[in-house]
């Protein structure tokens, strides 16, 4: 989640910048803009009252109880309370608004990321190695797969739509290889611990771990 007080200290260049990515993404930030305004505005209004309260405060302790100006600055002491109260949680529901839509904000695009509508915009930063000729057409892994009847797209599309795959006997046991060679990778060699956390999980855990709306 994008941090609050960058966005607004540098509205203009963030917009700019999710702007790359679509118009829809640059107009998320115009409530954000907005309630970060009233915040600021909410949190000036409440501190005033609050200060004014515990002003009162003090000056009711130094009152003679049984004297008229104590009943009334006792009435007025009442009625800032109450207004601190009702100030602070309008802030805090400002708050719960900002954070809310700050979590549908996505990532700035990094300056080098090409600005493109689709995969054909793609360009092609650097290249590893040398190109071999094997002397025959090189099929690739993903029509290999469905030759085999290993890998099946458009189960996956039912069941998930594009992009994904359903992986079948040896594709499946291979992705089942690769994940066990990781973790014992990782584990005995690289000082990782295995973790086997609850299938579910609190919301909260979710959005702690980068899970947003």
Known sequence: MLDLRHVVDHLDEVRAALARRSDKDAALLEPVAELARQRL???AVSQKKAA??????KAMAKLDKSSAEFA???ELLKRLSTEVK?????????????TEQLSRIPNIPDPSVTVGASEAD?????EGGKKTDPGFEVKAHYDIGVQLGIIDFERAAKLSGPRFTVLLGAAARLERALI???????TTEHGYTEVLPPYLVKSESL???GQLP
């Open 41 to 43: 505005s909410n949190m």
């Open 52 to 57: 004014e309260r515990n002003g009162a405060s």
């Open 72 to 74: 009334e600055r006792r």
């Open 86 to 98: 009702t100030l602070e949680r309008e802030l805090g529901d400002v708050q719960a608004q900002l």
């Open 122 to 126: 793609n360009v092609v930063v650097r």
């Open 180 to 186: 066990n060679f990781m973790l014992d990778l990782h």
């Open 207 to 209: 959005y702690g771990t």
